[in-house]
């Protein structure tokens, strides 16, 4: 069984900065890709960003482009999200996930473990 859980969350101010981590246990999370999702309430959970399993490959959706930054760290199996010239509209419940493979996709269904999620929250 892998367990999943996020941090770093919290209340920051528009332009600001904030750097979320997920750590992942378990020997299936070394050897997967892992991914960010963010949701609000009403909406569809949304694909943010996800790199494979050793960190090289990496995917962001357009609306996070040249913002947000995911990193890997393959010996602890942590994800890192860093978020920068964060705006309102990236206020959500931030959720990690861990890939049913090795590689990373913009696909919530592909994703096998989930972590609780971590609240963002952009004042203006």
């Known amino acids: 069984q892998v367990q999943v859980v996020e941090s770093g969350g919290g209340v920051v101010q528009a332009g600001g900065s904030l750097r979320l981590s997920c750590a992942a246990s378990g020997r299936t999370a070394s050897n997967n890709g892992m991914g960010w999702f963010r949701q609000t309430p009403g909406k569809e959970r949304e694909f943010v960003a996800a790199?494979?399993?050793?960190?090289?490959?990496?995917l962001y959706a357009d609306s996070v482009k040249g913002r947000f930054t995911i990193s890997r760290d393959y010996a602890s199996s942590t994800v890192y999200l860093q978020m920068t010239s964060l705006k309102f509209e990236d206020t959500a419940t931030y959720y990690c996930?861990?890939?049913?493979?090795?590689?990373?996709?913009?696909?919530?269904?592909?994703?096998?473990?989930w972590g609780p999620g971590t609240q963002v929250t952009v004042s203006l």
């Open positions: 996930a861990v890939h049913l493979s090795a590689e990373g996709s913009t696909t919530p269904g592909r994703y096998r473990y």
């Open positions: 790199v494979n399993w050793r960190g090289g490959n990496r």
